[in-house]
């Protein structure tokens, strides 16, 4: 039985902010990979060197220190 590839074309939706609205959005993404780039690292080193996985409280306690 041959079995056909179908091509699926995505498309996204862009929409220019106006400049107040623009800066607020790059300073959301940047928080965001202040958050989240030494949460991913943490859970990297929790889940390859000490073999256990990582729990809220670990969690909730760093990002209090980090506020």
Not at 14 to 23: E, L, P, R, S
Request: glycine share 2%; charged share 20%; hydrophobic share 45%.
């Amino acid at each position: 039985m041959e079995v056909k590839q179908i091509m699926v074309n995505k498309a996204n939706k862009f929409h220019i902010y106006n400049k107040v609205q623009a800066t607020l959005t790059n300073k959301t993404i940047g928080y965001f990979h202040f958050v989240l780039n030494p949460f991913l690292s943490l859970w990297i080193f929790y889940t390859i060197e000490v073999r256990k996985d990582l729990i809220y409280s670990t969690c909730s306690a760093k990002l209090y220190t980090m506020k």
